[in-house]
């Protein structure tokens, strides 16, 4: 019987012939950390008397980045004195998101095995690996063996057609799949994306969507690799001779196949406090907001920066709403720089924060005060996410979010675009 990436790769990495449903202990290619969750994972290393890793580690530092406080301090000096000690890279405050630099670095390639402490790690399944996030336990443990067990998944067959109408991105679509299938409709499942509209799409749109597989309660999320994918490794140094085909067979059994036709979607908005409530933008507008961001491991690369960029250029920030930008990483940055996106953002009010994490997860960078409203372009907005409990967090597009900064509310991106 044919087999599911998911199956593939767990087979390939068990040296097993594995199937949804089996147990297996694993080889581990990659493995990382972030400052919310490496101090754990030293603490363990060192109980457990390791004198060398067993597997590819980094770690990076991009939830509280530059730190914010006394205690966290201590965290990334930890987390840099541990870097030494063992030899193992440290993206540290100003390179950006793990999920993005990561990648950027060329460290993941498509077929591998990756584990993360961070629940985001799904991202890398845009380019063809199996990346799950992990608790730092456990990630200590694939540290200390360079393996680790997992339950074979059963996987759902995602197929989105139909013409992608102007204003209507990947988090977009991302956000209106999520509401279809419920934040708890794949839990423990992987999903593998296919379609006219996945071939079309660039890598920036790609992670977007791997990124949010979690927010459905996937294990792991897949996208073809194909020339797309192949052009972005090269472009980051990967040898192609190390960029393996990863698809799943023609005749692999699935839990289900799901079709989505978007020839009619609008751009999204998720509602507080879940990801899984987004409506079409037309049915709240005219909600007033007092913050906007733009950013996270989600939508702050450069695809990202850009669609913000052509909104807000010639325009001003509406008084009273502060607009926040984190690029997603140093290289995105520069980037930026050059093309004359942060002077476009600079000359409209907003203001760019260093490459991280920050005002996503509310260690700083953006704290909303109690009864604010926000519209951000992350990947969740539970209460408290963004450091508040009391304030309201609305999820949308990079466009949704800078036509909002530009009105003052929530406004539909179409009329600037």
């Excluded at 004195?81 to 390639?109: A, M, N, R, T």
């Excluded at 037309?282 to 690369?301: D, H, Q, V, W, Y």
């Excluded at 709403?321 to 290289?331: D, K, T």
Aim: hydrophobic content about 40%; proline content about 5%; charged content about 20%.
């Amino acid at each position: 019987m044919g087999k599911t990436i998911a199956e593939k790769i767990l087979s390939a990495h068990s040296g097993s012939d594995l199937s949804a449903g089996d147990f297996a202990v694993c080889k581990i290619d990659f493995a990382f950390g972030q400052d919310g969750t490496s101090s754990i994972i030293i603490d363990r290393v060192k109980e457990l008397g390791i004198k060398k890793l067993k597997t590819r580690f980094c770690m990076v530092i991009d939830h509280s980045a530059p730190s914010p406080s006394e205690g966290v301090s201590r965290v990334h000096k930890k987390m840099r004195s541990f870097s030494q000690e063992f030899k193992s890279p440290l993206f540290d405050i100003g390179c950006g998101v793990c999920h993005q630099v990561i990648p950027e670095s060329g460290e993941i390639l498509p077929g591998n095995l990756v584990l993360g402490a961070d629940s985001h790690t799904c991202t890398y399944g845009a380019l063809g690996a199996f990346s799950t996030g992990v608790g730092s336990t456990d990630l200590a443990i694939a540290l200390a063996t360079g393996k680790n067990w997992f339950k074979v998944p059963q996987t759902l067959k995602i197929i989105i057609k139909g013409k992608v109408l102007k204003g209507v991105y990947p988090k977009d679509i991302a956000l209106h799949i999520i509401t279809a299938i419920k934040s708890d409709g794949a839990t423990y499942k992987a999903l593998e994306f296919y379609g006219p509209v996945i071939d079309s799409m660039d890598m920036d749109g790609r992670f977007t969507i791997a990124n949010m597989v979690v927010e459905m309660g996937a294990k792991a999320g897949f996208m073809p690799t194909d020339k797309t994918t192949i052009n972005w490794l090269l472009s980051r140094g990967v040898s192609p001779s190390k960029i393996k085909d990863i698809f799943a067979d023609k005749d692999a059994k699935y839990e289900g196949i799901l079709e989505f036709d978007i020839s009619k979607l609008k751009p999204q908005v998720s509602l507080p406090h879940s990801v899984d409530s987004a409506k079409s933008v037309s049915e709240i507008e005219n909600t007033k907001i007092n913050e906007a961001f733009l950013g996270t491991c989600t939508n702050g690369r450069l695809q990202d920066l850009k669609i913000a960029a052509k909104i807000l250029k010639s325009r001003r920030v509406a008084p009273g709403v502060r607009f926040i930008i984190a690029p997603s990483s140093r290289l995105v940055f520069l980037k930026a720089l050059e093309l004359g996106l942060v002077e476009i953002f600079i000359k409209a009010g907003a203001v760019i924060v260093a490459p991280g994490c920050g005002p996503c997860v509310g260690t700083h960078n953006g704290i909303p005060a109690d009864s604010e409203i926000v519209i951000s372009s992350a990947n969740r907005n539970f209460k408290g996410r963004m450091g508040n409990p009391n304030a309201f967090i609305y999820l949308a597009s990079p466009a949704t979010v800078a036509a909002s900064a530009v009105k003052g509310y929530i406004t539909d991106p179409r009329q600037f675009l």
